[in-house]
């Protein structure tokens, strides 16, 4: 569920290099998946209930409210949504909404992690503003596309997997990582770090892979099936 977070336990003795502010015991997070992108990625992914005041509420939920229930929650640590999957020009609505949400929390002496989805994508609205990316999705076995699993399609799939290995994909994900980091985030928490891919590339880098590892190129196993 949403809200308090106590069970972050991160301890510094096992983390190099983690800032005093994050190390255990040092912080009381709370964390909230808001905003145009995220009521976009809601809709999208067959989880909305189709009130329309609930949309407008959470669609400009990163307000002065917000801010004052972090304080009276003694809370010095925030999570917001940066990128769930939309291109550039779908997040920027949003990073513009964030962007003035941290400049107000650090007034407060509050830390802000911005959520981005590492794979995730919205083909339709990413490969129409970003047509680069259109052979960037993951493939499975058989070529097709591999669709985000954790959503309800009731017809049309909205979400694609995209491969971490495609240069052109590291490039774009690197694009909104800097303007957060312009915007003032504190730290990132990345979601949707796994691969199901068998495009060419990633064929490619098992069979090097396997060529260092055991002296002998081996192609890369279909998945087994349950």
């Known amino acids: 569920p949403e809200?308090?977070?106590?069970?972050?336990?991160?301890?510094?003795?096992?983390?190099?290099?983690?800032p005093r502010w994050a190390e255990r015991g040092r912080f009381r997070g709370f964390y909230r998946y808001e905003g145009p992108s995220e009521m976009a990625t809601s809709i999208l992914s067959g989880r909305?209930?189709?009130?329309?005041?609930?949309l407008l509420?959470?669609?400009?939920?990163?307000?002065?409210?917000?801010?004052?229930?972090?304080?009276?929650?003694?809370?010095?640590?925030?999570?917001?949504?940066?990128?769930?999957?939309?291109?550039?020009?779908?997040?920027?609505?949003?990073?513009?909404?964030?962007?003035?949400?941290?400049?107000?929390?650090h007034r407060c002496r509050i830390k802000v992690t911005t959520y981005v989805s590492l794979t995730n994508a919205f083909w339709q609205?990413?490969?129409?503003?970003?047509?680069?990316?259109?052979?960037?999705y993951q493939r499975d076995a058989n070529g097709g596309p591999v669709p985000y699993m954790a959503a309800i399609y009731t017809g049309v799939v909205t979400r694609y997997l995209m491969c971490m290995n495609r240069r052109e994909w590291r490039d774009y994900i690197r694009y909104k990582l800097d303007r957060a980091?312009?915007?003032?985030t504190d730290s990132f928490f990345f979601d949707n770090i796994f691969s199901r891919c068998f495009?060419?590339?990633?064929?490619?880098?098992?069979?090097?892979?396997t060529r260092q590892v055991y002296g002998e190129a081996y192609e890369m196993p279909a998945l087994l099936k349950q």
């Not at 909305?48 to 609930?54: A, C, G, L, Q, S």
């Not at 640590?77 to 609505?93: E, I, K, L, Q």
């Not at 490969?127 to 990316?133: D, M, T, Y």
């Open 199 to 209: 495009c060419e590339v990633c064929r490619e880098k098992f069979r090097d892979y």
């Open 125 to 136: 609205e990413t490969f129409e503003a970003e047509p680069g990316l259109k052979d960037c």
């Open 3 to 18: 809200g308090i977070m106590p069970e972050l336990n991160n301890d510094s003795r096992r983390h190099n290099g983690l």
């Open 57 to 105: 509420r959470r669609v400009n939920y990163y307000g002065d409210p917000f801010i004052k229930e972090l304080k009276d929650l003694h809370v010095n640590w925030a999570a917001v949504v940066w990128s769930p999957g939309f291109s550039h020009a779908g997040d920027a609505v949003q990073w513009a909404m964030v962007q003035e949400l941290i400049r107000k929390l």
């Open 181 to 184: 980091l312009e915007a003032g």
């Open 48 to 54: 909305w209930d189709f009130r329309p005041e609930t």
